[in-house]
């Protein structure tokens, strides 16, 4: 009778993750000197309560002001306690924030009321989320709406999953079977309804899995950054975006990691987050030696669309003609662009008045972008 209570009424989550044990240590030590602080201090409140009562006949007489040794005892031991307890939780928080370099990235959109996963062979999920046991999962999350959080309580993992900004949460499943996904944010009116699951199978089934395209039978499954190579031709990025830097934009060959230099003066290194804000928001940050020429996405496209092109920017190769902005006339700018035949030196003298513009827009913004 009681096991199928506490089974149905558990009084904490399993353990299902290498991180639960270590969260779950701390938690208990906490609790446990929280108990028995709390104990001394009732037990000995009540005592003296007692003891000094009105009508007892206790003497009262040469009470003391002071107690050094008292006060180094009873401030020197929590002191020391509360330092361990800082250390320790420091230790356990830098292991759980320090994402892994192995292991499986997978993408997650938050958004009123669901979770949208995609796995980056392309397998799309809607509140569901498949990881095999024993390997690191790294989640890369962001919100299509308001602000969501991330919370898998039997893996002691939770984060929040904030608009405009991505935020990443990882753990190493450590059991077999369905695990709770759900939202620690309140997020709206609907906000009890996104639960999700986290299927966590062995090795085997879920290579299996995948092998099959997840739960649907689909002809064919592109991954995300074949899904962004088609959409990055689609929306014409291909006509300025070119494997060397040119007149009109420069390469994203090898972007990723790569410091960009800005008509303002400042550099950034290329990240996910920097192309995220340069597909929605380019006029933000203008790359040295060229002008806004750019469209701006931010509400033509989708979060999953953005996170595709990502991938398949991350994805290019290098090229030796990329380097941090400034600008590498096209070889053969007439094919491109449709120059004049006759004037083989067109893409450099375009290139040299798109740098005279931007350095008379740069000046007359007087010195911002």
């Keep these: 009778m009681l096991d199928s209570l506490l089974a149905n009424f558990p009084i904490f989550p399993e353990q299902a993750s290498e991180h639960a044990a270590d969260y779950d240590a701390l938690f208990w030590s906490i609790t446990a000197l929280t108990v028995f602080f709390t104990l001394i201090v009732v037990v000995m409140v009540g005592y003296m309560a007692f003891k000094y009562r009105k009508g007892s006949n206790v003497s009262r007489k040469g009470q003391l002001d002071s107690h050094l040794g008292l006060e180094l005892t009873w401030s020197g031991i929590p002191l020391i306690l509360a330092l361990v307890i800082f250390f320790w939780a420091t230790a356990n928080f830098m292991k759980q924030r320090n994402m892994p370099e192995d292991g499986i990235e997978i993408y997650v959109v938050g958004k009123q009321w669901m979770w949208h996963i995609e796995h980056m062979n392309g397998i799309r999920e809607g509140s569901e989320l498949h990881v095999p046991i024993g390997v690191p999962v790294k989640l890369t999350m962001i919100s299509q709406d308001v602000l969501h959080a991330m919370y898998l309580p039997e893996f002691r993992a939770q984060y929040h999953v904030i608009p405009g900004r991505y935020t990443n949460l990882h753990f190493t499943a450590s059991k077999i079977g369905e695990f709770k996904m759900l939202c620690a944010m309140h997020c709206g009116t609907q906000h009890s309804e996104m639960v999700g699951k986290v299927i966590v199978m062995s090795q085997e089934d879920y290579a299996a899995w995948l092998e099959k395209g997840g739960n649907r039978f689909e002809e064919e499954t592109k991954t995300m950054a074949a899904s962004g190579a088609v959409l990055f031709k689609r929306k014409g990025c291909v006509n300025c975006h070119t494997e060397v830097d040119n007149e009109r934009a420069p390469s994203l060959h090898g972007l990723l990691g ?60 290098t ?42 827009q740069f000046e007359q913004s007087g010195g911002r972008n």
């Design 319 to 360: 090229t030796a003609g990329v380097g941090d902005g400034e600008i590498v006339p096209y070889e053969q700018p007439e094919q491109q662009f449709g120059a004049d035949p006759g004037a083989p030196d067109n893409a450099t003298k375009i290139a040299n008045e798109r740098k005279s513009a931007a350095a008379t």
């Design 258 to 317: 790569r410091t960009r230099s800005f008509n303002d003066g400042t550099t950034h290194v290329a990240d996910d987050a920097y192309i995220r804000e340069s597909i929605y928001e380019p006029y933000n940050r203008i790359t040295r030696g060229y002008i806004n020429t750019m469209t701006a996405y931010k509400g033509q496209l989708t979060e999953v669309q953005v996170r595709e092109l990502i991938e398949y920017i991350k994805s290019l190769g």
